[in-house]
């Protein structure tokens, strides 16, 4: 990936790096509605990867390969964020979801099922899981979502350096914890199909044949657990429910 001179030849791992952007592209694509184009997440990760070859400096303590795919999935979520593609009256549906459930975990000290919630917001749980279905895509959540107020990501301001500042450090810590705590407190299907598609990388087709359910409900599975996850992450919830709840399928 070096030229005779020894620098960086960009246009070579612009070449050997653009199937990894259709790759995460298309993982992407997976969970949001029909009306985002697969293009124009490709030409957002092409950007992000550009960015990355400007930004990364060899022997900085991450590899290429991990650095510019979170610049290249960054990208795509900053492009997403910017067309505000979520109509508003579904931002409001999801708002009232994770209001119903930051309440009933209060009340019950556990995660709600899909009926409770259902039952809390009046609706029928037909009614309910569509809403989950057209909520695709709502609020990603990555790691490097999770800005500063400086608006760095998180693999930016952990990148290895000399002058690291041991606060900053406990801070990601302290997020990756809150995460993990979080993840940890899904009800079982849940999070099984958050260790499928985040750890395993299958899509949403192949969680649904190993979970025995259609790839429709495996997406409500997952708009529902990003909402659980988001109460406890930005709702100052992010603690373990007493016990994780059941009946959630």
């Known amino acids: 990936m070096y030229n005779a001179a020894g620098q960086i030849n960009k246009e070579q791992l612009v070449r050997h790096f653009a199937p990894m952007v259709k790759r995460i592209a298309c993982h992407l694509m997976?969970?949001?509605?029909?009306?985002?184009?697969?293009?124009?997440?490709?030409?957002?990760?092409?950007?992000?990867?550009?960015?990355?070859?400007?930004?990364?400096?060899?022997?900085?303590?991450?590899?290429?390969?991990?650095?510019?795919?979170?610049?290249?999935?960054?990208?795509?979520?900053?492009?997403?964020?910017?067309?505000?593609?979520?109509?508003?009256?579904?931002?409001?549906?999801?708002?009232?979801?994770?209001?119903?459930?930051?309440?009933l975990e209060q009340e019950h000290g556990r995660a709600p099922t899909e009926r409770e919630l259902a039952d809390s917001l009046g609706m029928t749980l037909a009614d309910y899981q569509k809403m989950l279905q057209d909520a695709r895509g709502h609020q990603l959540v990555y790691l490097e979502d999770l800005v500063a107020d400086d608006g760095d990501d998180f693999l930016e301001r952990h990148r290895v350096e000399d002058d690291a500042d041991p606060a900053k450090l406990f801070e990601g810590e302290h997020v990756r914890k809150a995460l993990a705590q979080a993840v940890a407190g899904l009800p079982e299907r849940e999070k099984l199909m958050m260790a499928l598609y985040y750890e395993q990388d299958l899509n949403l087709r192949e969680i649904g044949e190993v979970m025995g359910v259609t790839e429709s409900r495996v997406c409500q599975l997952h708009s529902q657990a990003v909402m659980r996850l988001r109460v406890r992450l930005h709702g100052g919830a992010a603690r373990q429910p007493k016990k994780a709840g059941v009946g959630d399928g």
Do not use: H, K
């Open 30 to 103: 997976a969970r949001l509605p029909a009306s985002v184009q697969l293009d124009d997440l490709v030409q957002n990760g092409m950007l992000g990867l550009l960015d990355a070859i400007g930004r990364f400096e060899a022997g900085a303590g991450a590899q290429f390969e991990v650095y510019a795919a979170q610049r290249v999935r960054g990208a795509m979520l900053d492009g997403l964020r910017e067309n505000d593609w979520l109509p508003r009256s579904l931002r409001r549906g999801c708002r009232l979801i994770e209001s119903a459930i930051a309440q």
